[in-house]
């Protein structure tokens, strides 16, 4: 039941980490393209709107993904490091 409990905790971190991963990337791309616009044109069109409306339509999917990959990696590796350590 112990390890269990560990499992869920490390996977609710491994997502929280990676959700907030893919929102610093979504602030990063949408400073870069305000940038870019700010030079070609003039204005910095930059808005956290914009931010979180691009994070809450596909950037929360990248990071769940990413984060309950991650985790089946590090389980798999660890059941793989048990079975030769039995042996």
């Known amino acids: 039941m112990a390890m269990l409990k560990n499992s869920l905790i490390r996977l609710s971190k491994l997502i929280l980490c990676c959700l907030a991963l893919f929102l610093v990337a979504d602030v990063a791309s949408e400073l870069l393209a305000s940038l870019i616009i700010y030079f070609k044109k003039g204005f910095f069109p930059f808005s956290w709107q914009d931010v979180f ?23 798999l590796e660890e059941r793989t490091a048990r079975k030769e350590s039995a042996k």
């Open 53 to 75: 409306l691009s994070f809450f339509e596909s950037g929360y999917v990248g990071g769940l993904i990413l984060g309950v990959g991650i985790w089946i990696k590090v389980t």
